[in-house]
């Protein structure tokens, strides 16, 4: 199986009930951009909305870390590349970079962390073989790759005494 890495298929706009009282894109929905990212990014790897239909399994997200880094106004496109972090038996750890189209200027990142969940028993169970030896593929095309150097970040103030 041959996967893109990076992963940049997904385009956006700003849509203007988006805007808030600032005058810029809601925090929210750089949410719902990165989002709408992973539907894409999930449905190339066959564990998106077809493969819940067929199977009853899916994917939760159980972490999310975001970076905003500057201000996209109405009708601004943007572009996402997604990269795959990391994956065992049940995890699939994804990472974001949303940047503008017609500057490639970096506006916002996401790092997440999913969870294989059978959807009828509500519980996190591994992926099915011929699901994990994609998902192992397409990270392995991933490792060959530059990474994003804010990949593991920690949020917090620095300690004063």
Request: hydrophobic share 45%; proline share 6%.
């Amino acid at each position: 199986m041959s996967f893109p890495a990076p992963f940049e298929q997904y385009r956006g706009e700003v849509l203007p009930e988006w805007i808030d009282h600032n005058g810029h894109m809601n925090l929210a929905y750089y949410v719902v951009l990165f989002d709408q990212a992973t539907d894409l990014l999930f449905d190339a790897l066959g564990i998106g909305s077809a493969y819940r239909s067929a199977t009853g399994n899916g994917t939760f997200a159980v972490e999310a870390h975001t970076l905003w880094e500057r201000e996209l106004l109405v009708a601004e496109r943007v572009r996402v590349a997604s990269w795959i972090i990391g994956a065992d038996d049940k995890r699939l750890h994804v990472a974001h970079e949303m940047r503008r189209l017609d500057r490639a200027e970096r506006v916002a990142a996401q790092e997440l962390m999913f969870v294989h969940v059978d959807l009828k028993a509500r519980r996190v169970s591994p992926y099915p073989p011929d699901l994990k030896a994609r998902v192992e593929a397409a990270e392995e095309a991933h490792r060959a790759v530059p990474r994003p150097d804010w990949i593991g970040r920690r949020l917090g103030l620095p300690h004063s005494r």
